[in-house]
């Protein structure tokens, strides 16, 4: 009864304040405690007893109420915070204003007229805190307050961090460095578990996490000076905390073990508490790590202490610990047991993936020490298996786009390449072909798939998985058969006269492929006979090539052949599969963010040059077929991650050439065959082909061969050289960031938090404007 008792006060007080239209006296205490004061509403109580609609009357009708309310929470979360919270009242009293700020924060930010109410001062109010130096008190912004208070809150002896002493600690005084909370990088020891101030700590991190959400109500803008000014704040030189918290953070989410002990289906017998906090430590970091530049190219200064942190990590110790632990939880739903549904599986992958990104592209030195050693194949697997997962799901649309990101940005290294090697001897539960060969083979496999089974709008990403494939080329020492079989089959599939025509960008990737062979066969030749046997089998394709005609009745032909309304995907082989996983559509219903459109591979990538000591040399751009920045499939905002047409590009170009009969098309269409045709580098293929196609014709007639294993025996032991044209240099495109993938990124991940936060719903119904959230 005492609970109910207590809701129904609190749901009293919400409807007194909801109908005062007078304003009330911030100095009625006995009015404003009722909010907050011996009540033991839970954060999900809050969210039921304080509905939307009323918080916005109050907002338009009593604007005075409402900024008095927020005041006076914030004003009990500094007190508490300058007490240190020695009673369990004074921690309930703090619990409830951080649940109820969580609740309002959000439709003060949807309203263009309060976004500046935080940042406000008081008169006379909440102050400065007097630090060593002997500051002035002059009054803090309200937002300035409420982030300190939270940061000294989540330090807080005997309510969120585990005391020292037996008596009370004063917590202006205390180092919060002593007070990590878990050990890792910077911090050796593990302080015990305790359940309670992981919640409280959970609590504290929600409002925090709820501060730093206004850049959800801001429109997309690339002006990488539209700085967030909480996370501004947060990460300045003003909080005290912020390496502690960095610290905390960082640790708590690469020492957590989802599995425990071991013991089967321990996740149903016990609530596990550290998940929670994990889950928004993890939310926290990659929001307060998002740089203005969007890129550690530009120099890191102490404007984010955050970022500054993460880039000067360096020791090996604490690298490996980052690299471990991030492995371990990606490749948590990968685990397989006997017993089904026995072991936990976590839900942050997308947070993980992002977080990785940003150790990779703000710490070089993680990078280097990422892609020295075969570790790296243990964030790449359980990439790949998301990519192969998501693949036919419009809702994944974006984790597709990170992965993807990812693993162009770990190409542009050669050690990536040298490392795709290694036998790929882990048997993951995909529907991909079984195979006997290396992480190479199952990465390109699986591309194959995304291009052949994967939903209509992943065609942006062809070029930046072709890319990929071409970075990696000229360091693959031996492809299976399978992988083979699939880069022929793509070859096969986008040289097709009505693809290659359909659409003026589509030439793009029969020259990423080109390059492939090209790399593989002037580079490792020795050992990758099982493509060259494939090369041979499919000549035709390169003669076809060859020989395209450019003429306008040919171009016609080819153009009536595919007729307009029919999917524009790539037909895939048949083909056996491992103890499957297959790639399921999202259910009905099933909530998305839209996204900005993802950049054209030309505007995210460099041109590198490997020179013959080693060393990486910058290209000077230019109009290359396969790099015209007016060209890539992904440049247009149509074709986008979050582009909400459902047409591909080449199909409306048809249907305007078959509706209209448009000359100009057929015109732009001969002229533009005829300047690309002439520049595809087919000389090493032919030359190939020239060499071994009577070889091996004649082996098969003087021996009487049905079995290709005499073939690929010989294959195996021929040699080229001298009879190849001089090895061309091997270019790499290093990926660039750049303020469309800063914005990319921006929504990708606000979009992200926003769908995991549904207990409670911090902004759902609310007026986000960052991006719109679908029904698939």
């Given at each position: 009864?005492?609970?109910?008792?207590?809701?129904?006060?609190?749901?009293?007080?919400?409807i007194?304040?909801?109908?005062?239209?007078?304003?009330?006296?911030?100095?009625?205490?006995?009015?404003?405690?009722?909010?907050?004061?011996?009540?033991?509403?839970?954060?999900?109580?809050?969210?039921?007893?304080?509905?939307?609609?009323?918080?916005?009357?109050?907002?338009?009708?009593?604007?005075?109420?409402?900024?008095?309310?927020?005041?006076?929470?914030?004003?009990?979360?500094?007190?508490?915070?300058?007490?240190?919270?020695?009673?369990?009242?004074?921690?309930?009293?703090?619990?409830?204003?951080?649940?109820?700020?969580?609740?309002?924060?959000?439709?003060?930010?949807?309203?263009?007229?309060?976004?500046?109410?935080?940042?406000?001062?008081?008169?006379?109010?909440i102050?400065?805190?007097?630090?060593?130096?002997?500051?002035?008190?002059?009054?803090?912004?309200?937002?300035?307050?409420?982030?300190?208070?939270?940061?000294?809150?989540?330090?807080?002896?005997?309510?969120?961090?585990?005391?020292?002493?037996?008596?009370?600690?004063?917590?202006?005084?205390?180092?919060?460095?002593?007070?990590?909370?878990e050990?890792?990088?910077?911090f050796?020891?593990?302080?015990?578990?305790?359940?309670?101030?992981?919640?409280?700590?959970?609590?504290?991190?929600?409002?925090?996490?709820?501060?730093?959400?206004?850049?959800?109500?801001?429109?997309?803008?690339?002006?990488?000076?539209?700085?967030?000014?909480?996370?501004?704040?947060?990460?300045?030189?003003?909080?005290?905390?912020?390496?502690?918290?960095?610290?905390?953070?960082?640790?708590?989410?690469?020492?957590?073990?989802?599995?425990?002990?071991?013991?089967?289906?321990?996740?149903?017998?016990?609530?596990?508490?550290?998940?929670?906090?994990?889950?928004?430590?993890?939310?926290?970091?990659?929001?307060?790590?998002?740089?203005?530049?969007?890129?550690?190219?530009?120099?890191?200064?102490?404007?984010?202490l955050?970022?500054?942190?993460?880039?000067?990590?360096?020791?090996?110790?604490?690298?490996?610990?980052?690299?471990?632990?991030?492995?371990?939880?990606?490749?948590?739903?990968?685990?397989?047991?006997?017993?089904?549904?026995?072991n936990?599986?976590?839900?942050?992958?997308?947070?993980?993936?992002?977080?990785?990104?940003?150790?990779?592209?703000?710490?070089?030195?993680?990078?280097?020490?990422?892609?020295?050693?075969?570790?790296?194949?243990?964030?790449?697997?359980?990439?790949?298996?998301?990519?192969?997962?998501?693949?036919?799901?419009?809702?994944?649309?974006?984790?597709?786009?990170?992965?993807?990101?990812?693993?162009l940005?770990?190409?542009?290294?050669?050690?990536?390449?040298?490392?795709?090697?290694?036998?790929?001897t882990?048997?993951?539960?995909?529907?991909?072909?079984?195979?006997?060969?290396?992480?190479?083979d199952?990465?390109?496999?699986?591309?194959?798939?995304?291009?052949?089974?994967?939903?209509?709008?992943?065609?942006?990403?062809?070029?930046?998985?072709?890319?990929?494939?071409?970075?990696?080329?000229?360091?693959?020492?031996?492809?299976?058969?399978?992988?083979?079989?699939?880069?022929?089959?793509?070859?096969?599939?986008?040289?097709?006269?009505?693809?290659?025509?359909?659409?003026?960008?589509?030439?793009?990737?029969?020259?990423?492929?080109l390059?492939?062979?090209?790399?593989?066969?002037?580079?490792?030749?020795?050992?990758?006979?099982?493509?060259?046997?494939?090369?041979?089998?499919?000549?035709?394709?390169?003669?076809?090539?060859?020989?395209l005609?450019?003429?306008?009745?040919?171009?016609?032909?080819?153009?009536?052949?595919?007729?307009?309304?029919?999917?524009?995907?790539?037909?895939?082989?048949?083909?056996?599969?491992?103890?499957?996983?297959?790639?399921?559509?999202?259910?009905?219903?099933?909530?998305?963010?839209s996204?900005e459109?993802?950049?054209?591979?030309?505007?995210?990538?460099?041109?590198?040059?490997?020179?013959?000591?080693?060393?990486?040399?910058?290209v000077?751009?230019?109009?290359?077929?396969?790099?015209?920045?007016?060209?890539?499939p992904?440049?247009?905002?149509?074709?986008?991650?979050?582009?909400?047409?459902?047409?591909?590009?080449?199909?409306?170009?048809?249907?305007?050439?078959?509706?209209?009969?448009?000359?100009?098309?057929?015109?732009?269409?001969?002229?533009?065959?005829?300047?690309?045709?002439?520049?595809?580098?087919?000389?090493?293929?032919?030359?190939?082909?020239?060499?071994?196609?009577?070889?091996?014709?004649?082996?098969?007639?003087?021996?009487?061969?049905?079995?290709?294993?005499?073939?690929?025996?010989?294959?195996?032991?021929?040699?080229?050289?001298?009879?190849?044209?001089?090895p061309?240099?091997?270019?790499?495109?290093?990926?660039?960031?750049?303020?469309?993938?800063?914005?990319w990124?921006?929504?990708?991940?606000?979009?992200?938090?926003?769908?995991?936060?549904?207990?409670?719903?911090?902004?759902?119904?609310?007026?986000?404007?960052?991006?719109e959230?679908?029904?698939?």
């Amino acid at each position: 009864m005492g609970n109910t008792d207590t809701k129904l006060h609190f749901r009293k007080a919400v409807i007194q304040l909801t109908t005062k239209t007078q304003p009330v006296e911030a100095t009625d205490d006995a009015f404003w405690d009722q909010f907050w004061a011996d009540s033991s509403t839970t954060v999900q109580d809050v969210f039921a007893l304080v509905p939307a609609a009323e918080i916005r009357a109050v907002r338009e009708e009593s604007p005075s109420n409402l900024a008095t309310l927020c005041y006076k929470a914030v004003e009990r979360l500094v007190q508490g915070a300058d007490s240190g919270c020695p009673s369990e009242r004074q921690r309930q009293i703090v619990l409830n204003c951080t649940r109820l700020l969580t609740r309002i924060l959000p439709y003060i930010f949807e309203d263009a007229d309060w976004r500046g109410f935080f940042w406000s001062t008081v008169p006379g109010k909440i102050v400065k805190n007097v630090d060593q130096y002997g500051e002035d008190n002059e009054a803090r912004p309200l937002a300035e307050s409420l982030l300190l208070a939270i940061a000294d809150l989540l330090f807080c002896p005997d309510f969120t961090a585990q005391s020292h002493k037996k008596n009370a600690e004063d917590i202006r005084s205390i180092d919060s460095c002593e007070y990590i909370w878990e050990a890792g990088v910077g911090f050796a020891h593990s302080p015990p578990l305790n359940y309670t101030h992981d919640i409280n700590r959970s609590e504290l991190l929600k409002l925090l996490l709820t501060c730093l959400s206004e850049a959800m109500y801001l429109p997309p803008c690339s002006d990488s000076r539209n700085l967030n000014p909480w996370v501004a704040f947060f990460c300045s030189t003003e909080n005290r905390h912020a390496l502690p918290l960095f610290t905390s953070l960082l640790n708590v989410v690469c020492a957590y073990d989802p599995v425990g002990y071991g013991i089967p289906y321990n996740h149903l017998l016990f609530s596990d508490y550290r998940e929670q906090l994990v889950e928004q430590a993890l939310q926290i970091l990659i929001v307060t790590l998002e740089h203005e530049a969007g890129s550690a190219a530009s120099p890191v200064g102490p404007d984010n202490l955050f970022v500054n942190y993460l880039s000067r990590i360096h020791r090996e110790e604490d690298l490996s610990f980052i690299l471990k632990g991030l492995s371990r939880l990606m490749n948590n739903p990968l685990v397989q047991t006997y017993l089904p549904h026995s072991n936990k599986k976590i839900q942050f992958h997308q947070e993980l993936l992002i977080l990785f990104w940003k150790f990779c592209d703000f710490n070089k030195k993680f990078l280097f020490f990422v892609l020295k050693s075969s570790d790296v194949l243990d964030m790449l697997v359980p990439i790949l298996f998301s990519l192969n997962e998501a693949r036919a799901d419009q809702s994944r649309v974006g984790l597709m786009h990170i992965g993807v990101f990812i693993l162009l940005l770990l190409s542009g290294e050669r050690n990536f390449g040298v490392r795709l090697n290694k036998p790929y001897t882990l048997r993951v539960p995909m529907d991909i072909p079984v195979f006997t060969g290396t992480h190479a083979d199952l990465l390109i496999v699986i591309f194959h798939k995304i291009m052949t089974s994967g939903h209509q709008r992943l065609q942006p990403l062809f070029d930046c998985l072709l890319t990929i494939i071409v970075n990696i080329s000229p360091y693959l020492k031996s492809l299976s058969m399978v992988a083979a079989n699939k880069l022929l089959h793509l070859l096969e599939a986008f040289s097709t006269p009505w693809f290659l025509l359909s659409s003026p960008q589509n030439h793009h990737l029969v020259f990423f492929l080109l390059e492939v062979f090209n790399n593989i066969i002037q580079y490792q030749f020795d050992g990758n006979f099982n493509l060259v046997y494939a090369i041979i089998r499919k000549r035709n394709v390169f003669h076809q090539l060859a020989n395209l005609p450019s003429d306008t009745a040919s171009i016609q032909r080819a153009l009536q052949k595919k007729k307009p309304g029919i999917s524009r995907s790539i037909s895939t082989e048949t083909v056996s599969t491992e103890a499957s996983r297959c790639a399921v559509p999202a259910e009905p219903g099933t909530l998305k963010a839209s996204l900005e459109a993802s950049p054209g591979i030309d505007k995210i990538t460099e041109k590198t040059q490997v020179s013959v000591d080693g060393t990486m040399v910058a290209v000077p751009h230019s109009d290359s077929p396969q790099t015209s920045a007016d060209n890539s499939p992904a440049a247009g905002a149509a074709a986008g991650a979050g582009a909400s047409d459902t047409e591909s590009n080449s199909e409306r170009d048809l249907e305007v050439y078959a509706s209209k009969g448009s000359e100009y098309l057929l015109a732009a269409c001969v002229s533009q065959v005829s300047s690309w045709k002439v520049k595809l580098p087919l000389q090493t293929i032919m030359r190939l082909l020239q060499v071994l196609v009577p070889q091996v014709e004649k082996i098969c007639i003087d021996k009487g061969l049905t079995d290709e294993s005499e073939i690929l025996k010989f294959l195996q032991h021929g040699t080229l050289v001298g009879l190849l044209p001089v090895p061309h240099p091997i270019l790499i495109r290093k990926y660039q960031a750049n303020a469309g993938t800063a914005m990319w990124f921006r929504t990708y991940m606000w979009g992200v938090i926003y769908l995991r936060n549904v207990d409670p719903p911090i902004w759902y119904d609310t007026d986000i404007r960052l991006f719109e959230i679908q029904r698939v």
